[in-house]
């Protein structure tokens, strides 16, 4: 697939990617800080993610998945 738009999402900085297929259609997916990125992902988004995601944000979005995870344990 080649990479045609990287964009980045909101406070916890997820990347979006979108990508053109073999067949000329279209792939979407997202990325969150609490992914690990493969050794064969498109070196863009690798600099993307290193940039981005600090541990600042890291920390920010593990918080985040507790405080929910929490909040619907008691729903």
């Given at each position: ?39 064969d ?20 979005w ?14």
């Open positions: 697939m080649k990479l045609h738009k990287i964009e980045v999402i909101g406070e916890y900085k997820f990347i979006q990617i979108l990508e053109i297929t073999d067949s000329g259609g279209y792939h979407r997916r997202f990325l969150s800080p609490d992914m690990t990125i493969t050794d992902e498109h070196q863009e988004i690798k600099d993307k993610a290193e940039e981005l995601w600090t541990d600042e944000v890291k920390s920010a593990a918080t985040f998945q507790a405080e929910q995870e929490a909040k619907f344990k008691t729903e």
